[in-house]
Nanobody
Framework: VQLQASGGGLVQPGGSLRLSCTASGIIFSIYAMGWYRQVPGKQRELVAAVTGGGSTSYADSVKGRFTISRDNAKNTVYLQMNSLKSEDTAVYYC???????????????WGQGTQLTVSS
């Protein structure tokens, strides 16, 4: 399984950016996909998840600002990030997994991640 995340960069507070993650080696459409982020010294946290059918869930810290979506024909999941804040600065990783009840559970294949820095 390979997960190739891209689209990170340096953005000013209040700006927008879209991350992409293309998966290979899996039957993409049957899995839920998630975006995580991690800053040095802290645990990786789930930001957003989307099921194979398109149902979405978000961390409280990004609700109303971030939108997760997927294109099953392109094996790609996206994270549109608006109204960015300095606290969104992190390395962002995508993952594939399943829903257990209402919880997204990743399989633990992360790829290299992409760095987002929000700073003026």
């Amino acid at each position: 399984v390979q997960l190739q995340a891209s689209g990170g960069g340096l953005v000013q507070p209040g700006g927008s950016l879209r991350l992409s993650c293309t998966a290979s080696g899996i039957i993409f459409s049957i899995y839920a996909m998630g975006w995580y982020r991690q800053v040095p010294g802290k645990q990786r946290e789930l930001v957003a998840a989307v099921t194979g059918g398109g149902s979405t869930s978000y961390a409280d810290s990004v609700k109303g600002r971030f939108t997760i979506s997927r294109d099953n024909a392109k094996n790609t999941v996206y994270l549109q990030m608006n109204s960015l804040k300095s606290e969104d600065t992190a390395v962002y990783y995508c993952s594939y997994g399943v829903l257990k009840g209402s919880d997204y559970v990743p399989f633990g294949s992360w790829g290299q991640g992409t760095q987002l820095t929000v700073s003026s």
